[in-house]
């Protein structure tokens, strides 16, 4: 679910948490050693990702946050800010020349090099939960 922040109402709360969760509490993510990243620069994105930022020809930049069922990713460009709210079932990584992240068929791009040791350390866990995730989805017994 991709939607702009400009209009912001609480119904998109409520979508949001029903999809992903609710954020973790103070504890957890303490003990969790964070389930945030720091900013990061988009090296590229889908059309539809651009059209909803207007981004153009500026710079933009985002943070990804690890929730219970999924991960929310925050948009920031000059002009606009949007979230990209993706449950697990839909979410899918790749790391090559780049890191990128898929879901409904939209896309965004980071440069290798931007995933530090923390980040790095974040997607890892992010990984680690989705597993675990479909280890409890079907359970048929």
């Known amino acids: 679910m991709l939607y702009n922040l400009s209009n912001n109402d609480g119904s998109r709360i409520v979508q949001t948490n029903e999809l992903i969760g609710k954020k973790f509490g103070l504890i957890e993510r303490l003990m969790l050693n964070g389930v945030k990243s720091s900013l990061l620069n988009v090296s590229e994105s889908s059309h539809g990702i651009q059209k909803i930022i207007q981004s153009g020809q500026q710079i933009v930049f ?80």
């Not at 219970?68 to 990209?84: A, N, P």
């Open 62 to 141: 985002s943070d990804i946050e690890m929730r219970r069922k999924g991960v929310l990713i925050r948009i920031i460009s000059q002009i606009e800010k949007c979230y990209w709210a993706i449950p697990f079932y839909k979410l899918t990584l790749y790391k090559s020349d780049n890191f990128s992240i898929h879901a409904d068929g939209e896309f965004i791009k980071y440069n290798v090099n931007e995933i530090t040791k923390k980040n790095a350390s974040l997607v890892n866990k992010i990984i680690s939960y989705r597993a675990s995730f479909f280890d409890h989805s079907y359970d048929f017994y």
